[in-house]
Each structure stands twice: as C-alpha cells, then as structure tokens.
C-alpha cells in the first residue's frame, strides 16, 4: 500500500482550515517539498472551472487550475507524483488533454497521474456548453481516446463522439501508459475503471460498501483502488494507523490522505508523523529524491 497527498490550499470548501484559507503558493510549496522528501506517493489537485454563486455557498467556489498548480509543483519536487483529482472529461477534447498533460509528463520526468471523472454540476456545464446528459456515455469514449493519444506521437481514434488520425501531438507523454484513475461512487464508475482505466478513486462510500462493491468484480492486476481518509497524526496516532489498517483490510492500494493541521509547520510535521505509522505497518515510500537532469531524466 501507498499513501498519496491531498494536497492543501488548492480548494477552500466551506469550513475548510482557517490556515488554508489564508495560504498562498510558499506554504503549498513547502508542503509538497516535505512530502516529496518524505517519499509520499502524489499530490493531488482538484477542477473546477466556474462554479455558480449559490452552489459555491455549499461546496465552496476556489478551485485552482490542476494543470498550472501540478506544472509549477514539477518543478519544484523530484519523485512525487502529481494526479488530478479529478479532471472532468466533458470539459475537453481528448486530444487537448493528451498534449497538455503530456507535456507535464515530460516536464516531470513521467509523474503524472491522471485522475478523471464524468462530472455532476450540471449547472457548470451549461455555463461551459457542454452536453451533460449523456455525459457517461461521451465520458467512455473520451476516456479511450485519451489512452490512444497520450503517450503517442502520431494517434489514431475512431470513436462515437471523437475522431482522429492523421495528426502530430508532439510532446507527448514519456509513460508508456499513464495511470488513468476514474473517480465516481457508482458500480457503472467502478465498471468504467476496470474497463478503460487503471484504478479507481471512489468518494462518498462508507468502508462496508466499498468492500462488496469490489467483492463483486475481479480486478485486473495491477489495478489501484485509491480510498480516502482524514488523519491527525500527532495528536490520535492510534486512529491514524487504524484508519490506514482498515483501508488495506478492504483492498485499498493507495490512501489519498488529508490532514488535519492548524498551520503549515504542523502540517509537516503531521507529514513525518505519517510517515513514521506507514513504516510502522510497511507503507511503501518512494527513495530520497534523484537529481533531475535538464533533459528531464532522472540521474541518481
């Protein structure tokens, strides 16, 4: 088992922690520096691009750019991966996606993680212009188009909803195949995952759920199943290590860990105190960092 990095800062939900809200690009960096440090497995950041006013009251309205937060994190850490939690399929061209995310694959020496999701704010795809009622079915489609396109230089797709060849996407990702991890809480999502992705990230199931929906299908080798989980380290170190037991106990492969702090020095050090109850248990951690060369390869 992994334990990946919710990042803090990048979104402010309502009741979201009074340090955060006031948190700006130095504390961010210095929390993915120690994380990478540390050997945690990603950090995460979240999409939306306009949330409407009133909806904003309810699930909070600041959400930074996925593709210009990780880009800037690239270059500032060494191992640690950097996922999108989630990118909603229905607000881009596959082909969009392939050479941006592409290009912070190269950028980052083959780290990223591509978290994706169908979406459910309709009210932002209306503002978007996008279709949102068949938006699982375009979704699918998506998805494999993406796969055809981003670690592929000249792609070719013939799909429902997306159609192309003959053309140069160039940079294109260095990964032979980019983890794809499909959010969603829906047996149709896990379904999805197993399907045209590499792992799933579900959200808003309890763990007796999450259990028999994966007793229920046969996961290919290899697949992740990334689970939540809300941690305090130093002040309830026995919760900590309980909740990450309970999430392995049920198949979790990588916990997407947020944490409980008060200001950025407590986060990190929450961050070395997780570490300390994941080498506890046997948690895998990435080495020390490697020196990145400035072709992008990593040299030891």
């Known amino acids: 088992m992994r334990i990946g990095i919710a990042s803090p800062v990048v979104i402010a939900p309502p009741g979201a922690p009074r340090w955060e809200q006031h948190a700006g690009i130095a504390e961010l960096e210095r929390v993915a520096a120690t994380a990478d440090e540390l050997g945690f497995h990603h950090l995460t950041c979240s999409e939306h691009v306009a949330v409407p006013t009133d909806i904003a009251s309810e699930r909070g309205g600041t959400y930074w750019d996925p593709l210009s937060t990780l880009s800037y994190l690239a270059a500032r850490t060494r191992t640690i991966r950097l996922a999108t939690l989630v990118l909603v399929l229905g607000y881009h061209h596959p082909l969009e996606l392939a050479k941006r995310y592409g290009t912070l694959d190269r950028l980052s020496a083959g780290r990223v993680v591509l978290g994706l999701g169908v979406g459910s704010l309709r009210a932002e795809f209306e503002i978007l212009g996008a279709p949102f009622e068949d938006r699982g079915t375009r979704a699918d489609d998506a998805i494999a188009a993406l796969r055809a396109a981003l670690s592929c230089p000249d792609p070719r797709y013939h799909g429902r909803f997306h159609d192309f060849a003959d053309v140069v996407v160039r940079p294109h990702a260095v990964q032979p195949r980019v983890p794809l991890w499909i959010g969603g809480r829906t047996r149709r999502s896990l379904r999805r995952a197993i399907a ?86 046997g948690v895998e951690f990435d080495p020390a960092p490697h020196s990145v060369s400035p072709t992008g390869g990593k040299t030891p």
Request: hydrophobic share 45%.
């Open 196 to 281: 045209l992705g590499d792992g799933w990230v579900p959200f808003g199931l309890d763990l007796p759920a999450l259990g028999h929906l994966l007793g229920t299908h046969d996961l290919p080798d290899g697949f992740t199943v990334v689970l939540p989980a809300t941690v305090d380290p130093v002040a309830d170190r026995d919760r900590a290590r309980r909740a990450l037991v309970a999430r392995r106990d049920v198949g979790c492969s990588i916990v997407n860990v947020s944490i409980l702090a008060r200001d950025c020095a407590h986060y990190c050090d929450q961050l070395a105190a997780l570490r300390e109850i994941g080498d506890d248990l």
